[in-house]
């Protein structure tokens, strides 16, 4: 795979790909149409797949088509021509100025005659879907229920930069949904109720929908600790972008604020990494290190020692929140902690807001209001099968936060933008063609850490951890395994093997722990997939 200059206009500055798959030549664009990184730093596996190494995208060299999300477009493609051991490329610089749309959208005449698909909940898993559902050919008619005042935000922004503006966190605007998708986006719509016998969703307002086929992708919720002062003035959360506009407010209203962060995991470290130079930032921890539930205590306490390089991030660890103190208006003016040190005396910390980054729910309270629907987990979540429908249901199907869906790890409910993006392309596939194909894709996410973590896999349960590499200068990778079998890796710095994990894992063919800290270079390996009888 080598990335090569085209001989283009000084208007269409693109470079392009050129892939030998099985002894055949493909060539692609060269930017991944996720943040348009490069893609000749990725990995093109033995059966045509380029991944991005920045955010997990995933591309069909020979098609351009999109294997994996977060990308929301295909790559464009070239004709290819092989004349006396020289390459060509037959390059229609038009078409690359002005893609031509990927999208099959419906007629009016279709949509009377097809089926209804309802989407309740407007984020990654529904727009991924409609648009492969719209790419495959599906006819249908498309209902988006959304709770949100504004279409399908790239939600990931929110705690990686400060004060991002709602017009650069939209994706598509209102207009491309209607005219393009032609999809009725029902903006700052409630279901509150859903009849499954009836088919039949109850709306805030009086109004009701009669679906054919039903997705449910409502996100979730943030968790708020159950302490005295979780509502005051000057607490806030991040989900929303009137939650991040909210906070942006606050802290433009006095110089260097005392901001507390309640948490230390990803949307913590994120939020007080990108808030460091606005505030006065000091994230309180339960565990020893942070993120040392998801990655171990080695790793954790390397990545504290590496963000704390970077920003003047104060933190304090191995505590409980007792309550947060207020004034006689009602405004935040301390938080109260409980370290866990067997003895140790209550401490006041002194803060002008606190910001909670203490975890989600999944949101599905309005499920409860639904006696026909088969129940909830213990965590508010949603069981699906393997191919992400509803148990016990014809026709509904759920996923990103809400969905706890099987993998060879156990049952799983997974957080994070690309999973929740890879479903909705899975449900729209399905939903499309009538096909129905068992979901396995590796999760993967990423995460800001002065830094960009990257860590593919699903990591619950392992019993044991091997780092190459140093987690203090935010260089490693780190492999996680249950009884030798390698289960997720995280890496900072170390791109290539990142993808290449994904591959390995993806295909079947990542080694037995023991085999790399033996000396493997994964890399080395093939990632043609496995073939099973």
């Known amino acids: 795979m080598r990335e090569v200059p085209l001989d283009a206009p000084s208007d269409v500055p693109v470079n392009a790909i050129v892939a030998n798959v099985h002894g055949s030549f493909y060539a692609t664009t060269s930017r991944c149409t996720h943040y348009g990184m490069p893609l000749s730093k990725g990995v093109l596996t033995d059966d045509g797949k380029l991944y991005c190494p920045f955010h997990g995208a995933c591309f069909r060299v020979t098609t351009g088509d999109i294997e994996d999300a977060p990308a929301l477009e295909p790559l464009q493609t070239f004709e290819v021509e092989v004349k006396d051991d020289q390459i060509y490329l037959l390059v229609d610089y038009e078409a690359l100025k002005n893609p031509p749309p990927s999208l099959c959208p419906s007629s009016e005449k279709d949509k009377r005659q097809g089926h209804h698909t309802v989407f309740i909940g407007g984020g990654a898993v529904t727009l991924h879907a409609v648009q492969e559902m719209r790419r495959l050919g599906y006819k249908g008619q498309i209902t988006v229920l959304t709770s949100e005042p504004h279409p399908t935000i790239d939600r990931p922004r929110l705690s990686k930069s400060y004060a991002p503006a709602l017009k650069q966190t939209v994706i598509y605007d209102e207009s491309y949904w209607r005219d393009t998708l032609q999809v009725d986006l029902r903006l700052s719509s409630h279901a509150y109720m859903l009849d499954t016998r009836m088919k039949r969703i109850h709306v805030r307002g009086g109004n009701t929908l009669i679906y054919d086929n039903l997705v449910l992708a409502t996100g979730s919720v943030p968790r708020r600790l159950p302490i005295e002062g979780a509502m005051a003035q000057g607490v806030y959360v991040l989900r929303s972008h009137q939650d991040a506009e909210s906070l942006t407010a606050a802290l433009k209203r006095r110089a260097a604020p005392k901001l507390v962060i309640i948490g230390t995991g990803f949307i913590g470290l994120e939020m007080g990494i990108a808030l460091a130079k606005h505030a006065d930032v000091t994230l309180l921890g339960q565990t020893h290190v942070p993120l040392e539930g998801p990655?171990?205590?080695?790793?954790?306490?390397?990545?504290?020692?590496?963000?704390?390089?970077?920003?003047?991030?104060?933190?304090?660890?191995?505590?409980?929140?007792?309550?947060?103190?207020?004034?006689?208006?009602?405004?935040?003016?301390?938080?109260?902690?409980?370290?866990?040190?067997?003895?140790?005396?209550?401490?006041?910390?002194?803060?002008?807001?606190?910001?909670?980054?203490?975890?989600?729910?999944?949101?599905?309270?309005?499920?409860?209001?639904?006696?026909?629907?088969?129940?909830?987990?213990?965590?508010?979540?949603?069981?699906?099968?393997?191919?992400?429908?509803?148990?016990?249901?014809?026709?509904?199907?759920?996923?990103?936060?809400?969905?706890?869906?099987?993998?060879?790890?156990g049952l799983v409910r997974v957080e994070h933008w690309n999973v929740a993006s890879n479903h909705g392309r899975a449900i729209g596939r399905m939903l499309a063609t009538g096909h129905v194909r068992a979901y396995k894709h590796v999760p993967v996410f990423w995460s800001s850490l002065t830094s960009t973590l990257r860590y593919a896999g699903s990591g619950q349960g392992y019993t044991e951890v091997y780092v190459d590499g140093e987690p203090d200068e935010a260089e490693f990778i780190a492999y996680y395994a249950k009884n030798d079998k390698v289960i997720a890796v995280a890496t900072m710095w170390k791109d290539p093997m990142m993808v290449q994990a994904v591959a390995l894992m993806q295909a079947g063919k990542m080694p037995k722990l023991s085999v790399i800290k033996a000396g493997l270079d994964i890399m080395t390996l093939s990632t043609a997939p496995v073939r099973r009888l």
């Open 295 to 409: 990655l171990g205590r080695q790793v954790g306490s390397g990545l504290q020692t590496a963000i704390m390089n970077e920003r003047p991030l104060r933190f304090m660890n191995a505590v409980d929140v007792v309550r947060i103190e207020t004034d006689m208006n009602g405004y935040v003016r301390g938080v109260v902690v409980q370290p866990r040190a067997r003895g140790s005396p209550e401490l006041f910390l002194q803060a002008d807001m606190v910001l909670m980054s203490t975890g989600a729910r999944p949101a599905t309270d309005f499920l409860r209001n639904s006696p026909s629907f088969p129940g909830l987990r213990p965590d508010g979540s949603v069981e699906v099968d393997s191919a992400l429908r509803v148990l016990g249901l014809r026709n509904v199907y759920a996923g990103g936060d809400i969905a706890a869906y099987p993998t060879e790890n």
